[in-house]
């Protein structure tokens, strides 16, 4: 039986473990608050920026070849995520291996060796990756999205920053975000695999324990009021893509989110569910279609992702529109609710196996709301009491005309398109 275990070291940081019996493989990672949303207005890019260098050396692991090895030779890898909300480091390997990721994540997080020359390498590569992005559809329409939807805001930009604010960054910069930003109390260590908690915790006493941590982390809020309902970013590719959003609530798991997921379930969710029904499987107009619950610490959004061809394009808009409306001023019926409660279990139980399957599920709510963590199963279980009035209820409540903003990516012109809601 899976268990999750959440103690403290003396010092004050969280240690949360998820054992799963028989498991051969290990997470051990660090999760801190300090992600693009902290990045300084005018430097925006830092957090991905300590992703990169953190991962390079360390003071015990002077040289990059060195530290890959040092992990290598067992067969583990390190990595690093940023997000909006957070930023951590992780290293994947064998279960038997506990002792030694425990030790390096250590010297990753805490012993960190920035050099002048590994930081005007690094910045290199980061700018590198941006101008990557950029030659990408998908992110270059995530990055359009978030131009619209947290507009009036500094991180209304991708997570690798801006060109010129990774360009104003400096070495002082560098080694100041990372004492006064990453290493906070509020930050978590989390482990999930095949270990023992109080051996896990025994272990981080060690290598954790007489750091001191600083006191929680000062998180910003933004107000993302906009007028702007559609931005389109002119490319000549041959597929035009978007991302049709409704606001949500953000932060916490709220009343409501269990009723959006049956409604998402429903609308786009599956070979079955009705928005690809109708652009898929009768009109043609797609090859696949996307949608999700976005949560961001003071902002959340349901969003739906589609491309088609130029010429398809306004029409696949316009079916977009006339099924939303169908949805939200026909109603459901109990058979589409009950089958889509069934496909969601479905997924959710398949989906929740591996060590990192756990370290997703778990790891931001921990970081952020740790009173307020839920299992997959008793997430299951308040979906199961959703009832059809409580799905046809959200749906009248944010599939509404004046909630709506559509981010496009491609050759197309706003006049052509017809976006009735």
């Avoid at 949303?37 to 990059?64: C, F, Q, V, W």
């Avoid at 939303?324 to 026909?330: G, L, S």
Wanted: net charge neutral; with cysteine; aromatic share 10%.
């Amino acid at each position: 039986m899976v268990k999750k275990i959440r103690t403290t070291l003396t010092n004050g940081l969280r240690l949360v473990v998820i054992e799963i019996p028989d498991s051969k493989s290990l997470v051990t990672s660090y999760w801190t608050k300090a992600g693009n949303r902290i990045d300084p207005n005018d430097k925006l890019g830092m957090a991905h920026l300590m992703e990169h260098l953190l991962l390079k050396k360390t003071k015990s692991y002077p040289s990059d070849f060195e530290f890959g090895q040092v992990l290598e030779k067992v067969g583990a890898g390190k990595n690093g995520t940023t997000h909006k909300d957070w930023l951590n480091f992780n290293i994947t390997s064998s279960s038997k291996d506990f002792e030694l990721t425990t030790r390096v994540l250590s010297e990753m997080v805490l012993n960190p060796l920035i050099t002048k020359m590994g930081f005007e390498n690094e910045r290199k590569v980061v700018l590198e990756e941006n101008a990557r992005r950029n030659t990408h559809p998908e992110n270059s329409t995530w990055d359009t999205w978030f131009k619209i939807f947290m507009a009036n805001s500094p991180i209304n930009c991708s997570t690798l920053g801006t060109v010129g604010g990774i360009k104003a960054i400096n070495l002082s910069d560098t080694l100041k975000f990372w004492e006064q930003k990453m290493l906070r109390k509020d930050s978590i260590l989390m482990f999930s695999g095949g270990v023992d908690s109080t051996t896990i915790h025994n272990l981080c006493e060690k290598f954790f324990g007489s750091h001191n941590f600083g006191s929680d982390l000062d998180v910003p809020t933004y107000d993302y009021k906009s007028d702007t309902r559609i931005v389109i970013k002119k490319n000549d590719a041959p597929q035009t893509n978007m991302i049709m959003s409704f606001r949500t609530p953000g932060g916490q798991i709220y009343n409501d989110y269990y009723a959006l997921l049956a409604l998402r379930g429903i609308l786009c969710l599956g070979w079955s569910s009705r928005i690809t029904q109708r652009l898929r499987v009768k009109e043609a107009l797609i090859y696949g279609s996307g949608s999700n619950l976005q949560r961001y610490f003071d902002i959340g959004a349901f969003t739906f992702n589609l491309g088609s061809s130029k010429d398809k394009f306004s029409k696949m808009i316009s079916i977009l529109c006339e099924e939303i409306v169908k949805f939200r001023d026909k109603g459901i019926t109990e058979k589409e609710l009950q089958f889509t409660k069934g496909f969601i279990e479905g997924v959710t139980s398949r989906s929740i196996e591996t060590s990192w399957d756990y370290v997703d599920w778990y790891s931001v709510n921990e970081l952020y709301w740790p009173e307020n963590v839920e299992s997959p199963e008793e997430r299951l279980e308040k979906l199961k009491r959703v009832t059809k009035e409580d799905v046809e209820r959200v749906a009248k409540k944010y599939l509404t005309k004046d909630n709506w903003q559509l981010a496009i990516v491609g050759d197309v012109k706003e006049e052509e398109l017809k976006v009735d809601l």
